[in-house]
Structures are given as structure tokens and as C-alpha cells.
């Protein structure tokens, strides 16, 4: 299994780093994990063509996270050549009135012609899907809002956990425990907190409990000093660091991060 930081960036733009996207692969498969602007092209840069990925998973419904999904719908209806399977999509309870209203607004571009399946996971509790022969997907309700999730991708004795947008969150403490690599969102600095989101001191909090291997830090607004960020985790005695844009962790060699 892979990871890929496709956006390790926010909702402000910037030259370097894009809004929130991430790329899992196995064997099997490849599975976009939310995906803002520009996530497209950047799936393309590393070798995989969006309109061909086994499946998209969605933390929550945020622009910044999955405002790429309707130029991919779009993509992969007219092609050439247009997607001939059915494209399955995974994301927490109100994803399918979300679906409903693009399609009434977008009509028939949007409409792929072998279908697209949703699985809602509740947000009230776990949840389960087997998203190819070599990888699991489990979730957990996020402290936050537009049916948040955490994620945690499994695959041959591996794990990933991706925070998605949260407040302190037990569930993340307790969906991380084990994990190789924990990608985590750190959208406020300990000065100055955003409702709703994580700051570093609550981030190492979390990781001292639920001890994961290695910790990667994305999503980190202006007023957040990443250098001091990485730090407050580092104290905890695991491995941490501020990601980039196409930084990629493999399970093969889970502590050297590839381009």
C-alpha cells in the first residue's frame, strides 16, 4: 500500500500546496481520497488517470475537499473515452441528497452510463467497507460538520489513518491506535484555535495516546508556524512531519517519504 498527498493545503491558495487530496494504492486498486481543486491534475502527475481510480472516499462534503468531484463526473462521462464501469463513491449519511442535487443542477453530463454507487457510513458509529480484495476502509464520525469522517485504509497488515477535518475526536484516538502512518489536520496554531479543527498540542495529546508510528501534518492555515507545529507532535517521541504536495508513504518503506 501506498499513500500520496495529492493537496496538503487549505481553502486559502497558494502557489505550492493544494486544497485537500490523497491518493491510496494497492495491488488492487486506486482510490481518491476527497479531492479540491486541482486534485485532478495532480492524480495524473503521479502515473493515474482520475477517470479510471477504483473509487473515490470523501472525509466530508467541504468545497476544499471535494470540489474535483464534479469535473470527474464530468470527465469520466464524456471521456474519450467515457468510463465504461460504474464508479463507486464512499462518504458519511447525506452524501446521497448531495449526489441528488448535482444531478439536478448538472443533468445528464454527470450521469455516468454504467451508474455510480454510494455507500453512506453512519456518524453515529463505525463503519465498514472492503473497497477491493486488498483494502479495508473503516470510519469513525469526525467533530466537525458536512457528514464528517475519519478513515483508516487497511491492506496486508498496514494502516493509514487520515484525520479528515476535526475537532479533538476520541473516535480519531481510537481509530489511529496501530497505525503506521497518521495524516492529520492541523488547521490552528495553540494561539490561535479554530473551532472545529485541531491544533498541535491537541494533535500530540492524541498521538502520545494512540501512539502511531509516524505522523504527517497537513492542512495548516497562515497562522499556523508548521517548523513549531512539528515540534509540539516530535515532543511526544514520534516521528512527525509537515507534508507536501506529492509526498508518498509506502508500506515497503514507511519512514522514507518519496516525490
Known amino acids: 500500500m501506498t499513500f500520496t498527498v495529492l493537496g496538503s493545503g487549505t481553502s486559502v491558495p497558494t502557489v505550492d500546496r493544494g486544497p485537500a487530496g490523497h491518493l491510496v494504492r494497492t495491488t488492487t486498486a486506486s482510490v481518491l481520497v476527497d479531492g479540491g481543486s486541482g486534485t485532478l491534475q495532480r492524480c495524473a502527475k503521479t502515473g493515474v488517470d482520475p477517470t479510471a481510480l477504483t473509487a473515490g472516499v470523501y472525509s466530508h462534503r467541504h468545497p476544499d475537499h471535494c470540489a474535483d468531484l464534479l469535473p470527474l463526473l464530468f470527465a469520466m462521462k464524456v471521456g474519450p473515452p467515457a468510463r465504461s464501469n ?48 486488498d483494502l479495508v476502509l473503516r470510519t469513525a464520525p469526525a467533530n466537525h460538520s458536512a457528514s464528517a469522517l475519519h478513515l483508516r485504509f487497511e491492506s496486508e497488515g498496514h ?9 479533538p475526536s476520541a473516535a480519531l484516538t481510537e481509530l489511529t491506535r496501530g497505525a503506521d502512518l497518521l495524516v492529520c489536520e492541523c488547521a490552528g496554531s ?17 498521538v502520545r495516546e494512540a501512539q502511531p508510528k509516524t505522523v504527517w501534518l497537513v492542512h495548516m492555515y497562515p497562522q499556523v508556524d508548521p517548523v513549531q507545529a512539528v515540534r509540539t507532535v516530535e515532543s511526544t517521541g514520534i516521528p512527525c512531519r509537515h507534508a507536501s504536495d506529492g509526498d508518498t508513504w509506502d508500506a515497503s518503506e514507511p519512514r522514507l517519504p518519496r516525490r
Open 159 to 167: 494502516a493509514v489513518v487520515f484525520s479528515g477535518d476535526t475537532g
Open 190 to 206: 495553540d494561539e490561535q484555535p479554530i473551532p472545529g479543527h485541531l491544533w498541535p498540542t491537541a494533535i500530540a495529546e492524541m
Open 86 to 133: 460504474a464508479y463507486s463513491l464512499y462518504g458519511g449519511e447525506g452524501w446521497q441528497a448531495y449526489l441528488t442535487q448535482l444531478q439536478e443542477l448538472y443533468g445528464k453530463w454527470i450521469l455516468l452510463p454504467n451508474g455510480l454507487n454510494l455507500t453512506e457510513f453512519p456518524l453515529d458509529g463505525p463503519g465498514c467497507a472492503q473497497l477491493a480484495s
